[in-house]
């Protein structure tokens, strides 16, 4: 009944609930602010303030002052109250009203609140432990004695009696809590490396992160660039579009003027004509001889000047009413020069800028006078032993490349195996390491029995799909750090893209295998040799 007034002296008039930031009138009662206040606004009008408990009458508003000892006790009691809604364990002695308990006895089984833990047994027998709904767990099954002990070699919490007498005796046991402290180590050291693979894990997302960053905004500036460059395009046919219609206008206007003023003239010598006819038929049909005779005599038909003009004519007629096919043509070759400019606008730099340095071929490589083919042969080359020159049957370009776009093309067919790719000038130049693709320095894409592999610091990835062209292009972006591979067949086929950080510069590198048919397209012809080589 007691805790029952307590609680009842705790609420509010007003809301009838637990007081929220108490304040008290001069009269000294006690309400919620936001309570007193809306019954004092309802009062404002009348001017009449009053106490909405004791209804004393104040001649002006009445100051609110806060009640920091009420405060404070509804503080202490909504915490005591989120403990008990928290533990949910009660007191098994205060039978007359729930109390939170502090501890739980083992031993007896029971929870005590502050009150009876201070009259409760000191007996190490009663072992004392946070409040707790279930004692059984904490009592061994076989024997109803505490646990005290930790059986190792059956890891199983055990009671003194199974240590001296049961299925675990002669077993090797710990204490509780210092197989307690042991486990915990193992699990410190267990979540010290969670820790360390969740940072791993963490960092290698923000990686991810910053790559899908990088691609979204790469992928966004290669839409502008590629929008751009169709725009241009389209501009640039378009007003191709118009000055060769422009060209074919003008053409057939001056053609149709020419030809207006011929079809007058001849015209005119038509009915000229006409009428001699007439005036030649009209004699002919006279009956009087002596009138056909004085008639003046008519002559030719044509008189020499009237013959100049026929072959000025004819001249005219032959020069004119055909288009100046050639002049539209030339206006059309500009196509050419816009293809130019497109490929210029997808890669600065295209193949004609990858040359063959015979001074890093190796001597069963020979190499052709245009520095473009690389062919293996049986005979030895006899070349000079240098540091700068392979072992093994490659060879690489004689530039470099730091900066840009670049791109260069192989064609092959009926080959044994090579390889295409490209590497630093720092590149091993023996062993087997030198082989571009099978160290930290080159990149390669492989053939060999008809199966195609990507290689990087000799690790292997191969293609999945066949590669039915024998046209493979190499495409670098050395700021982006990527060096792609493609297939040229109808539509062009990636086939693989190696990210790096480029350090050095790229050279373009091939290594060739047996005896190798590739082909090379120059303006729409073709040569066959026994060869590796870079399409111009």
Not at 11 to 36: A, E, Q, T, W
Not at 185 to 192: D, V
Not at 303 to 319: A, K, S, V, Y
Not at 324 to 336: E, P, Q, Y
Request: net charge negative; with cysteine.
């Amino acid at each position: 009944m007691a805790s029952a007034d307590l609680k009842d002296e705790l609420l509010c008039s007003i809301c009838l609930c637990i007081f929220k930031d108490p304040v008290m009138l001069r009269c000294g009662h006690n309400f919620c602010r936001v309570c007193i206040d809306r019954a004092l606004d309802t009062q404002d009008e009348s001017r009449v303030y009053t106490c909405p408990e004791c209804r004393e009458e104040f001649q002006e508003r009445p100051a609110l002052m806060r009640n920091l000892a009420l405060r404070n006790i509804m503080e202490n009691l909504l915490f005591t109250q989120h403990k008990e809604t928290e533990t949910g364990i009660c007191c098994t002695y205060c039978v007359d009203s729930p109390v939170p308990a502090v501890k739980s006895c083992l031993m007896c089984e029971a929870s005590l609140c502050e009150k009876h833990l201070r009259v409760h047994s000191k007996s190490s027998e009663h072992v004392l432990s946070d409040p707790r709904t279930s004692l059984e767990n904490r009592k061994c099954s076989v024997h109803k004695k505490i646990l005290e002990y930790y059986c190792t070699e059956d890891s199983a919490c055990i009671c003194v009696s199974c240590s001296l007498v049961g299925e675990h005796q002669g077993h090797r046991v710990e204490m509780l809590d210092e197989a307690s402290e042991k486990k915990k180590g193992k699990l410190r050291n267990k979540f010290q490396k969670l820790t360390t693979k969740r940072e791993e894990t963490e960092e290698r997302v923000q990686n991810l992160e910053e790559r899908w960053r990088k691609v979204q905004g790469k992928a966004s500036g290669e839409a502008e660039r590629v929008t751009a460059l169709f725009t241009d395009i389209r501009r640039q046919m378009d007003d191709l579009e118009k000055r060769v219609l422009s060209e074919i206008s003008r053409q057939e206007k001056e053609e149709s003027i020419l030809l207006s003023a011929l079809m007058k003239k001849l015209k005119i010598k038509k009915d000229e004509l006409s009428r001699r006819m007439r005036h030649i038929e009209e004699l002919c049909n006279m009956t009087d001889p002596l009138t056909v005779l004085q008639e003046p005599d008519t002559g030719d038909l044509c008189d020499p000047e009237e013959e100049g003009g026929e072959e000025d004519i004819n001249r005219c007629l032959h020069d004119v009413g055909y288009l100046d096919v050639a002049v539209i043509s030339d206006k059309l070759h500009t196509l050419c020069d816009i293809i130019t400019d497109i490929r210029r606008g997808i890669y600065m730099e295209g193949p004609g800028d990858i040359l063959l340095d015979v001074n890093t071929a190796g001597n069963n490589v020979l190499i052709s006078d245009d520095l473009k083919t690389a062919i293996w042969t049986q005979n030895y080359q006899n070349r000079p032993e240098t540091a700068e020159r392979f072992q093994n049957n490659q060879v690489m370009s004689s530039r470099g490349f730091t900066s840009g776009r670049h791109y260069w093309d192989v064609e092959g067919s009926g080959s044994v195996g090579w390889r295409v790719g490209m590497c630093y000038p720092s590149i091993d130049r023996r062993g087997r390491q030198s082989y571009i693709g099978y160290n930290n320095k080159s990149w390669s894409l492989m053939r060999y029995d008809n199966q195609y592999l990507v290689i990087h610091d000799g690790k292997e990835i191969q293609l999945p799909d066949e590669i039915s062209s024998d046209r493979v292009r190499i495409c670098l972006d050395y700021e982006a750090g990527q060096l792609s591979f493609y297939e040229l067949c109808d539509p062009i086929r990636h086939l693989h893209t190696f990210t790096a950080a480029f350090t050095e510069p790229l050279h373009a590198a091939l290594c060739v295998f047996g005896r190798i048919i590739f082909k090379s397209y120059v303006h729409g012809f073709s040569y066959e040799h026994s060869l590796l080589n870079i399409i111009s």
